[in-house]
């Protein structure tokens, strides 16, 4: 039980276009979801803390106009990444906690970004 | 907001060794301290936690102590494989409803055979 998907695994865009991805609880309802962005070598860096139904809450120095985070239902969150650049290329992985559960987060496989 | 410090950055260890890595974190209000392992372009896997009210969790060769007095925690692996190379992330958080994950730098682990 707990998996997070993540769609697409991989993605590669040009310059100045968007790109969504998507981020699912398959097995269990998630209130809170997070997005996080990992260069390599690197940690992972929380970007925002999304929220069903509310706003997502930005990390400092996020930009919340070029990082669109939308979390409609309790299984689905999705990141947007308008504009794209090339220093937006990165892994970005989502978790996801268990309305019910414990403070375990339940991480997504990632999404590996490419901009050209 | 939390920051937490890991050391060492990089740990290179004869297979059969013990390997430990430690982390501080700045947030006293902070009660939970997970640790992940990640391998190359996967996702992070949680491989044990503790909370506050406990000062050391064992789960087979891997261990956590915590010290809430120094704000410090650390992670022990013994008998090492070479399945236990990856990177190793220490995190903390207070665990509330939006348990926001602050993570450490990582520790890159080399198990040599």
């Known amino acids: 039980g707990a998996v997070v998907s993540q769609h697409p695994s991989r993605v590669i865009c040009k310059s100045g276009t968007s790109v969504k991805i998507e981020c699912r609880s398959l097995?269990?309802?998630?209130?809170?979801m997070f997005w996080y962005r990992q260069f390599p070598k690197q940690s992972l860096m929380l970007m925002a803390t999304?929220?069903?139904?509310?706003?997502?809450?930005?990390e400092q120095g996020v930009e919340k106009d070029k990082f669109l985070i939308n979390h409609a239902s309790l299984t689905l969150s999705t990141l947007t990444v308008t504009s794209a650049h090339p220093e937006d290329s990165s892994f970005y992985i989502c978790?996801?906690?268990?309305?019910?559960?414990?403070?375990?987060?339940?991480f997504g496989p990632g999404t590996r970004l490419t901009v050209t | 907001g939390e920051n937490v410090e890991q050391h060492p950055s990089t740990l290179s260890v004869q297979e059969g060794d013990s390997a430990v890595i430690k982390c501080t974190y700045s947030d006293s209000a902070s009660n939970y301290f997970p640790w992940y392992k990640q391998e190359l372009g996967k996702r992070p896997q949680l491989i044990i936690d503790?909370?506050?009210?406990?000062g050391e969790k064992k789960d087979q060769r891997i261990a956590v102590t915590l010290n809430k007095t120094a704000k410090h925690f650390s992670l022990h692996i013994t008998e090492t494989q070479p399945e236990d190379s990856a990177v190793y992330f220490c995190?903390?958080?207070?665990?509330?409803?939006?348990?926001?994950?602050?993570f450490g730098g990582g520790t890159r682990v080399l198990v040599k055979p």
């Open positions: 995190a903390a958080s207070r665990g509330t409803a939006g348990n926001k994950l602050t």
């Open positions: 978790s996801a906690r268990d309305r019910d559960g414990t403070y375990e987060q339940y």
């Open positions: 503790i909370r506050s009210n406990v």
């Open positions: 097995d269990f309802q998630a209130t809170t």
């Open positions: 999304s929220n069903e139904g509310s706003k997502a809450t930005y």
